[in-house]
């Protein structure tokens, strides 16, 4: 079994900053490929930013300068800081990992969730 469990969302003014947690957990041998993605209402999930094992780091040009994807590998866990929030950045977090879990099956799993709302 593994989970993974976000925190950090909420509400924020624009210009604002929120940081985010995902912490993956359980039957864990290694994790490879880290990421946040993002549903607004009405619109299709999208990439917001992804990070290597070896932290090699990807973000959508709607992002890029704002918001930075790091990870703590010894605590299997990713941060999303995001920085000079606009409102166009509202929608539902979602944290994405690949996992070897301890029986050696490689699949990929979701996190719950975190709303993160940005008032104009």
């Known amino acids: 079994q593994v989970q993974l469990v976000e925190s950090g969302g909420g509400l924020v003014q624009a210009g604002g900053s929120l940081r985010l947690s995902c912490a993956a957990s359980?039957?864990?041998?290694?994790?490879?490929?880290m990421g946040w993605f993002r549903q607004a209402p009405g619109k299709q999930r999208e990439l917001v930013a992804s990070?290597?094992?070896?932290?090699?780091?990807n973000a959508a040009e709607s992002v890029k300068g704002r918001f930075t994807i790091s990870r703590d590998n010894a605590k299997n866990t990713v941060y999303l800081q995001m920085n000079s929030l606009k409102p166009e950045d509202t929608g539902v977090y979602y944290c994405?990992?690949?996992?070897?879990?301890?029986?050696?099956?490689?699949?990929?799993?979701w996190g719950q969730g975190t709303q993160v709302t940005v008032s104009s």
């Open positions: 994405n990992a690949e996992i070897f879990t301890r029986h050696l099956a490689l699949a990929k799993y």
């Open positions: 359980g039957s864990i041998f290694r994790v490879n490929d």
């Open positions: 990070i290597t094992s070896s932290s090699r780091t």
